[in-house]
């Protein structure tokens, strides 16, 4: 991208004695970033100037050449044939300097009643929009992946754990629901964003809107926006939206963070619980035997980005005086990025769910270890009018004799479990089972295999 001539042909030139130097421009240009804006800042224009005509600042001869010379541009972008240019400092800018060139007089019409500080904010809200789009359809194919591999894992006994120690075992179907969750959360907290973003900024020029009476409502139906940004200076200076946008990705990619993380850990062979798919795994340069899961732990180190992007724009907008402050450039950046990290990761991880392979022998082995049905004996222990606090007394003394055994407590016979509490009866055994355990948890939100089936044939209607 050229930066030759100089900004002597800048549109606001026309105040200055000599033009910005070579450095100033480089340093204050952004086409090189928000041409990424350009369909949209395209769109935009075209409503603009239809509103324009609508209310009688433009002509009809006017409008029809701006329509005619936008449609060139437009293709001009989607072909890469558009002549960018880093002289011509933005995206609004290098358009609007073509569509004069395409059309004369016209396109020299066109920035009446607006200015670049409400088209940016106008741009960047329909791209953000979107982006929206494409992320809650991509949470939608990761929560359909995730539906699928608990289907087939209903019945799959694995140990939960608290600490990352054995806690109680739970049915892996059970244990991908609980993301199947988290994301329903992201997904909402995405569209709330949605809501609040889709109003219209065009029209506050630049902060204290214009003496021509112009129809906001008509632009703001014509791009979808359900209605306008009521005040015109926090129009060109609110970036609320972007935070909000990059603090719901930021959790997206905490949650996937925390799934890589399980993966991680359940592919080292301390655990085996599952095997990925070499196709989502990377080698080593030096130790042949190596398959690492390199794609779980770049969406793990991803998240550290889009945080950082959060921090990177609560900080830009800490302290700005009202209203547009050209700080705001600096907004694209990173949300052009948390957005392009999050749907790739989101894109790449329901790829890889299905690819992975359980090993249900390996996880129901390590759900035997630990004592895990311990609580069931105790909740057993209550049930024969044991008062919880004494149940719980009484099975940690016979985890201990267990331990001292070298044994499970479910290995336990009767007449030894009996020495700790007389309650015991022959039934104890049944409780002291992985599938005695699962079954007996059919509540609500509980991990018993039927409650699992349930629970997945309603996730799938919400997705619906
Ligand atoms: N490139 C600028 C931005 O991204 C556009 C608005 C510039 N407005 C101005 N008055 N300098 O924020």
Redesign the pocket.
């Known amino acids: 991208m050229p930066a030759n001539d100089k900004t002597r042909n800048a549109p606001w030139s026309g105040r200055f004695g000599e033009p910005a130097t070579e450095l100033v421009q480089r340093f204050?240009a952004?086409v090189g970033f928000?041409r990424r804006l350009a369909e949209f800042d395209v769109e935009a224009s075209v409503a603009h100037a239809r509103m324009l005509h609508a209310v009688g600042v433009i002509a009809k001869g006017d409008l029809a050449a701006i329509e005619k010379g936008l449609a060139q541009i437009l293709s001009e972008i989607r072909a890469g044939s558009f002549p960018w240019s880093e002289a011509h400092?933005?995206?609004?800018f290098n358009i609007e300097r073509r569509l004069t060139e395409l059309v004369g007089e016209p396109g020299k019409r066109l920035h009446t009643a607006r200015?670049?500080?409400d088209?940016?904010a106008t741009d960047?809200r329909l791209y953000l929009r979107a982006a929206i789009d494409q992320a809650l359809a991509l949470i939608k194919s990761v929560q359909r992946a995730l539906l699928e591999l608990a289907d087939a894992h209903a019945e799959t006994v694995m140990p939960g754990y608290t600490h990352l120690q054995v806690a109680q075992p739970v049915s892996f179907g059970h244990h991908l629901l609980a993301y199947f969750e988290m994301l329903a959360r992201d997904a909402q907290r995405l569209a709330d964003c949605r809501k609040r973003l889709n109003r219209l900024p065009l029209g506050a020029a630049?902060l204290a809107g214009t003496s021509f009476q112009i129809d906001r409502l008509m632009v703001a139906k014509e791009l979808g926006f359900d209605g306008v940004c009521e005040n015109s200076i926090d129009a060109v200076s609110d970036r609320d939206f972007a935070i909000e946008f990059c603090a719901g990705a930021a959790l997206v990619m905490m949650h996937l963070s925390r799934f890589c993380e399980e993966l991680i850990l359940w592919t080292n062979p301390r655990f085996g619980f599952v095997e990925l798919a070499d196709r989502f795994c990377t080698g080593s340069s030096i130790m042949p035997q190596k398959k690492n899961p390199d794609v779980a732990e770049l969406i793990r180190g991803k998240t550290g980005r889009v945080n950082g992007h959060v921090v990177a724009l609560l900080t830009l907008m800490k302290a700005q005086p009202l209203a547009?402050n050209?700080d705001?450039?600096e907004?694209?950046e990173p949300l052009f990025d948390a957005v392009d990290t999050l749907t790739l990761s989101l894109a790449v991880f329901a790829e890889m769910l299905p690819g992975i392979k359980v090993n249900r022998e390996e996880m129901e082995a390590a759900a035997r270890q630990g004592h895990a049905t311990a609580t069931d004996l105790a909740e057993y222990l209550v049930r024969k009018g044991v008062p919880f606090r004494e149940a719980h007394e009484a099975v940690a003394q016979a985890v201990r004799y267990a331990e001292s055994r070298g044994c499970q407590l479910a290995e336990l016979k009767v007449s030894e479990l009996q020495r700790f509490s007389p309650a015991i009866g022959k039934d104890a055994l049944a409780v002291l089972t992985l599938e005695g355990s699962l079954q007996s948890r059919t509540h609500l939100g509980g991990t018993a295999p039927v409650r699992v089936k349930a629970a997945i044939a309603k996730a799938r209607k919400s997705l619906a």
Request: proline share 0%; charged share 35%.
């Open positions: 204050t952004s928000d400092e933005d995206v609004h200015s670049r500080n088209q940016v960047v630049a547009y050209r705001n450039q907004d694209k």
